[in-house]
Each structure stands twice: as C-alpha cells, then as structure tokens.
C-alpha cells in the first residue's frame, strides 16, 4: 500500500504530466478514510447524510460558525450511530471565521469537504491543499478570475488532489446522454444548451427563522437564514452566469473540454433586473420595506454563449429571479440527432419518425450508465434523485484508489471562472472575451477519464 507522502507526489506527478488516463493510475490505496466537513449547513448536511451512510468513510471533523447548523450536524451523526467527530467553529466566544484552519491540522485526515458560501470556497482550499489535505470543494471554486488561478496554481504546487463536487454531471439522464455520445449515437456534436433555471426566490429572502429557510420573510445578509444570508448580496452586486457548473458540467464532460478540447471565446448578456425587487414589494406585500426599493444588480436571465476549440457552441442560461419550474434545460446536438431534458424527449436521424420527437425512457433504459446500474439502489434516497450519493461515491473512490478525481482542478477551475468572465463581458458591453487556458497546453493530450466504467 502507498504510504500518504507517496500518493500526494505520484498526484502531483499525475496532474502536471496531465495526460493521466484514470485507470492507469488507480491502484491499491486505503479502505477507510477519515474525512471532515466544513460548512454544515443545508447542503453540508444532505453531503453529511451520504458520507454517514458509508461503512467506509469516518467523519472524524465537522465545522461551522453557526451552533445550529453544527448542532443539527452532530445530531445526525448521533442518529446514525456514529463516533462523534471533532467540532471547530463554535465556541463561548462565538464564532470563529478561522477555527477550520485547526479542523487542517487535526491529525489523520484524508481528506475534507468544503460546503461553505462561496466566498469562502477559495481560501479554505487553498489553505487545504497547502496541509496537504485532500479536498472536495462545493461548486463554486473561487469568486474572482484571480482566486481560480491561485486554486489551481496552489493545486499544482502542493500535488493535493482536488474535486469540484458538481453532482448533475451524475444526474441519470445525463449519464446515459453521454453513454449515448460516446457511442456516437449524435453523430459530431455541435451545439450543447444547459443552465441554472431555478426560481430561488423563496431561498434569497426569508425571515431569519432557522426553522422557516424558504418565503418567510424578505430579509437577506444579517438578517437572513442560510443562503439568504449570503447568496442574496452576489444578486445585489453582481451581474453574470453566478452559478455555472449545474449546467456546463455536462457539456463540458460530452464535448471532452480539456480532454481534446476547450474553451476558445465567452460572451455574456443580462436582461433587466426586475424579479426580486417584484417579488419583495408585490408578491410579499413589503412594498415599504427598504429591500424592496434595492437596485439589485443581478439580471434575471443572463445568457452565456461559449465557443469551444472543437466548433462546437454551448449556451447557458442563469434564470433564478423569476417565477418559473425548475429546469436545467440542457441540449445536445450533433450531426445525428437531438436530446433536450425539458420535453423528455429526443430525435435520432433513421430511428425516430422523420421531424418527430421521441420520448426518452427506451434510450434511458438502453443506455442506462454503469455507475447508475451498479449503484442505484444505494442512491436511492440520496439528494437531487440520487446523485448526491454518485458524486461523494466517486470523490470517496477516488481518494480510497489514489487516483486522479474524475473532475479535477482544471475542470473545477475552467467551469467555475466561467462567473467572472461573464461579469467582465456584461460589464464591457456583452463583449466576447478569450477564454484563459488554464491547462496551457495539457488539453491536446489530456483524455477522458470521466466516468468511463462502474467504478467513479
Ligand atoms: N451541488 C448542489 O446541488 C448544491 C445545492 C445547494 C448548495 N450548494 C452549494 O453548497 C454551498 C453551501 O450552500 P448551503 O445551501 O449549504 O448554504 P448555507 O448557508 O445553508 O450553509 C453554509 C454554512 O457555512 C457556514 N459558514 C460560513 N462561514 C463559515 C466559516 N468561516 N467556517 C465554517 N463554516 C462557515 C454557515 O454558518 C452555514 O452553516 C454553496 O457553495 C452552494 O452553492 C450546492
């Protein structure tokens, strides 16, 4: 077995040679590893559920700054019947911003999750890898064009692996669609479609309640609960795709973007801003209250076309301030054929009915992934329909295998930047900007290793 030292320098090996096909990297590693959360919030806990439920992970660390969320996070493990972890964050005094760099330090960790506001996701990596430990991070991976370049570069640096915890590329269609794509069912592909089309309104405002975190109320920052305490002020102040993995997570993995391609060209545009302003002063009856008279910046749909080295186009939609069903709305194209997940339904030349849509389930059924075969019944109950658990799953696999993470820091870093540069576009006038390479090079030889078999 390798000893840590061993795996850290044969990852950091891997990830500057960057052409490291997974399987030939995997080998025997640990069978139970020791991890710890920071952010026990509402998504650090459904994480937490999955991580409890393995046999083969101790949560050894929890930390956060709020007693409440780090209370309902030890009740969990109480409930599951496991050893209590260390708790950092939360004392007499308070909480402390700082107590997860003592979280690093504790001795025997092989690894930790970061499910923290967003502004936080960069430094709290940053200061992971420099330890040496192990992290899964939360989409996002940085706020500014500069944190993603000092994630990566401290990524690089310190040889400590890195995943970006982008579970929809673990969705069920999704997978299956890139069953599809790689078996060339859609011809060349040529034109991808996702987003983040999620009416969030009740999640930016409430009224402070730890109990009541979605439409009760029309506080946000201090006075909100949750998300509302610091989703909210990014709307406030910023303009562009603020949420961009959900959606080119998948476009990214079908069109093999730093794997033989990448991203060349980013353009942004931002509609008016209406929808929470409108939903604080009509629709919550709050037409006095100072957040009603706010001029949030953010505008309801932001529209991001990205061209990819290959020729092919990727469009993404941000679409969190309106009434509207949840959608992701993704699309794929090729020479061949059409999946869109909002119909359910596709198109494939010579096998559906001229100009027809077909439904989805026999393709489904068909082309259902490996990973979901082997695995769904233990996702079953797991967060987002089940893959909550394929995402741990694979973090968890890989660190146990020392292998290379399935999405890594140039995935993590490339689709993340994607908020920043869509800023910069909508602030120059929708201008179309260069896409930074943030492989240099590594992409012309890089190959998938993305869930190519039932293992990650
Ligand atoms: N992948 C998904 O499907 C999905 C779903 C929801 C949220 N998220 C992401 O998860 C992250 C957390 O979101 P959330 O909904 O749990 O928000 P949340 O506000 O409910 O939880 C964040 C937690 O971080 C804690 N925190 C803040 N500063 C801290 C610090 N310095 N040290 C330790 N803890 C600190 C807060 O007290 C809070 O409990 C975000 O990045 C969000 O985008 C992902």
Not at 87 to 104: E, M, W
Not at 179 to 202: I, P, T
Not at 372 to 389: I, L, N, P, V
Request: glycine fraction near 10%.
């Amino acid at each position: 077995m390798l000893n840590r030292r061993h795996f850290l320098s044969l990852s950091s090996a891997a990830a500057l040679a960057g052409a490291t096909a997974f399987p030939t990297l995997a080998r025997a590693g640990r069978e139970r590893l020791r991890l710890g959360l920071i952010g026990t919030g509402m998504r650090g806990q459904v994480l937490l559920k999955e991580l409890l439920r393995r046999d083969d992970v101790e949560v050894v660390a929890l930390c956060d700054i709020e007693p409440i969320m780090l209370g309902r996070a030890l009740a969990m493990v109480d409930k599951h019947k496991k050893a209590r972890p260390q708790t950092y964050g939360v004392s007499d005094a308070g909480g402390d911003p700082f107590a997860y760099r003592k979280l690093l330090e504790q001795k025997g960790l092989d690894g930790v999750i970061i499910a923290t506001p967003w502004e936080l996701h960069a430094s709290m990596a940053i200061d992971a890898m420099n330890a040496k430990v192990p992290v899964g991070c939360e989409v996002v991976a940085g706020v500014t064009l500069q944190d993603h370049w000092d994630v990566l570069r401290t990524q690089q640096r310190s040889g400590t692996p890195y995943m970006l915890l982008e579970n929809v590329c673990y969705r069920r269609d999704v997978m299956a669609v890139l069953q599809m794509v790689r078996a060339g069912l859609f011809g060349e592909l040529v034109h991808l479609q996702g987003g983040y089309q999620h009416d969030l309104r009740a999640v930016k405002f409430n009224n402070g309640d730890p109990a009541k975190p979605y439409g009760s109320g029309v506080e946000f920052g201090a006075k909100g609960w949750s998300e509302a305490r610091w989703r909210t002020q990014h709307s406030l102040t910023r303009n562009g795709e603020l949420y961009p993995s959900h959606g080119i997570g998948p476009c990214a993995m079908a069109v093999n973007i730093h794997r033989g391609n990448r991203f060349t060209h980013i353009n942004s545009f931002a509609s008016k801003a209406r929808g929470l302003q409108d939903y604080v002063g009509r629709k919550m009856g709050a037409k006095e209250h100072p957040n009603a008279k706010l001029g949030f910046k953010l505008g309801d749909v932001v529209t991001t076309t990205l061209a990819c080295e290959n020729g092919e186009t990727i469009l993404l939609q941000h679409d969190t301030s309106l009434p509207r069903p949840y959608s992701l709305g993704f699309r794929v194209q090729g020479t061949d054929g059409i999946w869109m997940d909002v119909n359910h339904s596709i198109h494939i030349e010579g096998r559906s009915k001229p100009h027809q849509w077909e439904d989805f389930q026999a393709y489904q059924d068909r082309y259902d992934h490996p990973l979901w075969k082997k695995y769904a019944a233990a996702a079953e109950g797991a967060g987002h329909g089940g893959m909550d658990f394929f995402v741990v799953h694979a973090f968890v696999e890989a660190l146990k295998a020392n292998a290379p993470m399935p999405i890594d820091i140039y995935d993590a870093v490339a689709w993340s930047a994607i908020t920043p540069l869509s800023e910069q576009s909508i602030a120059e006038g929708f201008k179309t900007l260069a896409f930074p390479d943030f492989t240099e090079g590594l992409w012309k030889t890089r190959k998938p290793i993305f869930a190519l078999d039932d293992r990650y």
